[in-house]
């Protein structure tokens, strides 16, 4: 089963950025579909973007929708979220996810159809 590892968290002013880095450790990280959530205290997991296996389709939450950008090397084992234009509702802990699809492709949004979490990587944007 792959192993998530989050990096690049951290404390930044309003209107800063953020990359995120979720590394894999399997080599057949080309067969999952990847996603990334967050959780605020006192609140519920929340998806905030998704990409396919091969980086062609992605998807976002309406809140960070032209401001996040979703994408995967998979050459690195590795997938970001380029997180621009940062606000303090944006404060959460990020969650990189993993779900191995080797016969299908696609985006996935729910959380309860990804297999595989990292531990979280800490993101406070300060106003």
């Known amino acids: 089963q792959v192993q998530l590892v989050e990096s690049g968290g951290g404390l930044v002013q309003a209107g800063g950025s953020l990359r995120l880095s979720c590394a894999a450790s399997?080599?057949?990280?080309?067969?999952?579909?990847m996603g990334w959530f967050r959780q605020a205290p006192g609140k519920e997991r929340e998806f905030v973007a998704a990409v396919d296996k091969y980086g062609g389709s992605t998807s976002y939450t309406a809140s960070v929708q032209d401001r996040f950008t979703i994408s995967r090397d998979n050459a690195k084992n590795t997938v970001y979220l380029q997180m621009n234009s940062l606000k303090p509702e944006d404060t959460a802990i990020y969650y990189c996810?993993?779900?191995?699809?080797?016969?299908?492709?696609?985006?996935?949004?729910?959380?309860?159809?990804?297999?595989?979490w990292g531990q979280g990587t800490q993101v406070t944007v300060s106003s």
């Open positions: 996810a993993a779900d191995f699809r080797p016969y299908t492709n696609g985006v996935v949004t729910s959380p309860g159809e990804y297999s595989r």
């Open positions: 399997e080599r057949t990280f080309s067969r999952y579909v």
